[in-house]
């Protein structure tokens, strides 16, 4: 078996991350979730930013084929995760751990002061997985106004927002 790596995402991947998208979302089957609201994914094309900005990492299955992603920006001085997937059939694998693991050791290294999210507050593979990579979720009253409305356009285009939850891990005192 070839060994997966992360690594910074490179042009010839950006085809593949809406596949890898898409399969992740089968993981939410079977949950009460509004899975219409799930289905659609970030085109190829949404990724060209963070791919310019160094900001988008694949873990590669060691052919050079990605499997999982994670895509992020840069607002202040807090990096922002805007989506991360792991192929439905390579789940359960740590890959997302490692891949995690990797982008947050590298926005210590970039000098952010945390990485913010949002997820699903209950789904295991969302907030508590996050929780235990050391993520807190936020009270409202500690929310950015720009978390707030990621939130709000969540709840427009059809997620729960009380299944909903904006998350913080602080990077400044590590």
């Given at each position: 078996?070839?060994?997966?790596?992360?690594?910074?995402?490179i042009e010839?991947d950006?085809?593949?991350?809406?596949?890898?998208?898409?399969?992740a979302?089968?993981?939410?089957r079977?949950?009460d979730?509004?899975?219409?609201?799930l289905?659609?994914?970030?085109p190829?094309e949404?990724?060209?930013?963070?791919?310019?900005?160094?900001?988008?990492?694949?873990v590669?299955?060691?052919?050079?084929?990605?499997i999982?992603?994670?895509g992020?920006?840069?607002?202040?001085?807090?990096?922002?995760?805007?989506e991360?997937?792991?192929?439905?059939d390579?789940?359960?694998?740590?890959?997302g751990?490692?891949l995690?693991?990797?982008?947050?050791a590298?926005a210590r290294?970039?000098?952010?002061?945390?990485?913010?999210?949002?997820?699903?507050?209950?789904i295991p593979?969302?907030?508590?997985?996050y929780?235990?990579m050391g993520?807190?979720?936020?009270?409202?009253?500690?929310?950015s106004?720009?978390?707030?409305?990621?939130l709000k356009?969540?709840?427009?285009?059809?997620?729960?927002?009380?299944?909903?939850?904006?998350?913080r891990?602080?990077?400044?005192?590590t």
């Amino acid at each position: 078996m070839t060994s997966t790596f992360v690594r910074p995402a490179i042009e010839s991947d950006l085809p593949r991350l809406p596949e890898i998208e898409r399969s992740a979302s089968e993981a939410f089957r079977g949950t009460d979730l509004d899975l219409e609201a799930l289905a659609s994914v970030t085109p190829a094309e949404g990724w060209r930013d963070a791919l310019r900005t160094g900001t988008l990492w694949v873990v590669d299955d060691g052919a050079g084929r990605p499997i999982a992603f994670l895509g992020a920006e840069a607002i202040g001085d807090e990096l922002h995760i805007r989506e991360f997937d792991v192929a439905l059939d390579r789940q359960g694998q740590g890959l997302g751990r490692r891949l995690l693991g990797h982008v947050i050791a590298w926005a210590r290294t970039a000098k952010f002061q945390a990485l913010t999210l949002t997820t699903f507050r209950t789904i295991p593979w969302n907030g508590p997985f996050y929780a235990a990579m050391g993520f807190r979720e936020l009270p409202p009253a500690e929310m950015s106004s720009r978390l707030v409305d990621i939130l709000k356009k969540e709840a427009h285009q059809g997620l729960d927002p009380a299944q909903r939850c904006a998350m913080r891990l602080d990077l400044g005192t590590t």
